[in-house]
Nanobody
Framework: QVQLVESGGGLVQPGGSLRLSCVAS????????MGWYRQAPGKERELVAS???????NYADSVKGRFTISGDNVQNTVYLQMDSLKPEDTAVYYC?????????WGQGTQVTVSS
């Protein structure tokens, strides 16, 4: 079983930046892929960005060029650097780990983009 703990959310003005962190309870190089999802009120959860064990990344079209996902094998942490934030980025952001044993989720961290 993998436990995931997110942090780094908060309130930021449009155009600002935040960095989310997700610490995993196991070595992330043993995890097939990790990703960040988000869910806004009244909307379905959607993939924001993902990174595979080999380092390949994937982004939703809405965040390409603004968000960057990265992993630190030493710290067992995956990051989501979010720049040029927009009000429509407001959501609860969840960390996900995909393994042979199953899919695991963190508790979520709130990101609010507002002036």
């Amino acid at each position: 079983q993998v436990q995931l703990v997110e942090s780094g959310g908060g309130l930021v003005q449009p155009g600002g930046s935040l960095r989310l962190s997700c610490v995993a309870s196991m070595r992330i190089f043993r995890i097939d892929a990790m990703g960040w999802y988000r869910q806004a009120p009244g909307k379905e959860r959607e993939l924001v960005a993902s990174i595979t064990r080999g380092g390949s990344t994937n982004y939703a079209d809405s965040v390409k060029g603004r968000f960057t996902i990265s992993g630190d094998n030493v710290q067992n942490t995956v990051y989501l650097q979010m720049d040029s934030l927009k009000p429509e980025d407001t959501a609860v952001y969840y960390c996900n780990a995909a393994t042979l044993l199953g899919n695991y989720w963190g508790q979520g961290t709130q990101v609010t983009v507002s002036s």
